[in-house]
């Protein structure tokens, strides 16, 4: 099994400024087609979760631009160029390499 | 409109069964590889099973051998058979759907609880 590690567990980031979440994985993401299968979702307080980014840096439809995901092989980075008070919730990445597995999550607040 | 709405979530005891059901319209669900995935109250997210599109189902070792994923395709519905059941399968559990991309669609969850 895939192993996911998340950093940090928690952030708390004042509006308009930039936050960052690590994703690390056990093996490599890359897959013989060519692609890596590294995604990214928020769990919004109350919902379910919603697909932000796919194949590490795809950004899913009607995801705003100031999300941005990078990395490549086990390390992984979601970007959030200015946060707004509507990007609170907890970030999950997950690998889609071998099954799914989900990383503990990061829950994002607003100072 | 892709829609997804999951059914089935009760208060069981443990070594009970459940049935679950997961409602798709706007898409076919014999077309798509299509996700349980579970939550655990408070804590993170959980993939549990899929189905195909060509059948095959697959299970995260911690369910294997007690749940059983189906289809119904001319219901457009899937069902997640829970057999077996430990407190530790207490969580909301939600359909999704991976077609292009990995678990676009998510349903809003149905809650089980296993307890005496």
């Known amino acids: 099994e895939i192993v996911m590690t998340q950093s940090p567990l928690s952030l708390s980031v004042t509006p308009g400024q930039p936050a960052s979440i690590s994703c690390k994985s056990s093996?490599?993401?890359?897959?013989?087609?060519?692609?890596?299968?590294l995604s990214w979702f928020l769990q919004k307080p109350g919902q379910s979760p919603q697909l932000l980014m796919y194949?590490?840096?795809s950004r899913f439809s009607g995801v705003p631009d100031r999300f941005s995901g990078s990395g490549s092989g086990t390390d992984f980075t979601l970007k959030i160029s200015r946060v707004e008070a509507e990007d609170v919730g907890v970030y999950y990445c997950?690998?889609?390499?071998?099954?799914?597995?989900f990383g503990q999550g990061t829950k994002v607040e607003i100072k | 409109e892709v829609q997804l709405v999951e059914s089935g979530g009760a208060l069981v005891q443990p070594g009970g069964s459940l049935r679950l059901s997961c409602a798709a319209s706007?898409?076919?669900?014999?077309?798509?590889?299509m996700s349980w995935v579970r939550q655990a109250p408070g804590k993170g997210l959980e993939w549990v099973s899929v189905?195909?599109?060509?059948?095959?189902?697959y299970y995260a070792d911690s369910v294997k051998g007690r749940f059983t994923l189906s289809r119904d395709n001319s219901k457009n519905t899937l069902y997640l058979q829970m057999n077996s059941l430990r407190s530790e399968d207490t969580a909301v559990y939600y359909c999704?759907?991976?077609?292009?991309?990995?678990?676009?669609?998510w349903g809003q969850g149905t809650l089980v609880t296993v307890s005496s």
């Open positions: 706007g898409f076919t669900v014999s077309r798509s590889y």
């Open positions: 999704a759907r991976a077609a292009v991309q990995p678990f676009d669609y």
């Open positions: 189905i195909y599109t060509g059948g095959s189902t």
């Open positions: 997950m690998q889609g390499r071998q099954l799914w597995t």
């Open positions: 093996q490599s993401l890359l897959h013989s087609d060519g692609k890596t299968y």
């Open positions: 194949e590490v840096s």
